[in-house]
């Protein structure tokens, strides 16, 4: 069982910017962030792989960052420009496909508001 903690979300005006951070109790292939708006389904954010790939949500390209340290076990998502439209709970994700295995957070609130 891996554990996933995140932190770094609160409320933000429009334009400012955020950092979350997620620790994780084991580094995983893949790490991501989700995230899941009122009445609306779970969507990817960004990933990144263990190589350092990266894949985002043609919503937040050029403005979202995505990066990991797998020697503190931690992901971090760099959030600027925000705008309303990114309210949502983000949740971190890490899986390892080869393995069949994908854990969550619990969840950390951003609000985008002015």
């Known amino acids: 069982q891996v554990q996933l903690v995140e932190s770094g979300g609160g409320l933000v005006q429009p334009g400012g910017s955020l950092r979350l951070s997620c620790a994780a109790s084991?580094?995983?292939?893949?790490m991501g962030w989700y995230r899941q708006a009122p009445e609306k389904q779970r969507e990817l954010v960004a990933a990144?792989?263990?190589?350092?790939?990266?894949n985002y949500a043609d919503s937040v390209k050029g403005r979202f960052t995505i990066s990991r340290d797998d020697v503190k076990g931690t992901v971090y998502l760099r959030m600027d420009s925000l705008k309303p439209e990114d309210t949502a709970v983000y949740f971190c994700?890490?899986?390892?496909?080869?393995?069949?295995?994908?854990?969550w957070g619990q969840g950390t609130q951003v609000t985008v508001s002015s």
């Open positions: 084991a580094s995983m292939d893949i």
């Open positions: 990144v792989t263990r190589g350092g790939s990266t």
């Open positions: 994700n890490a899986e390892s496909p080869r393995y069949g295995k994908m854990y």
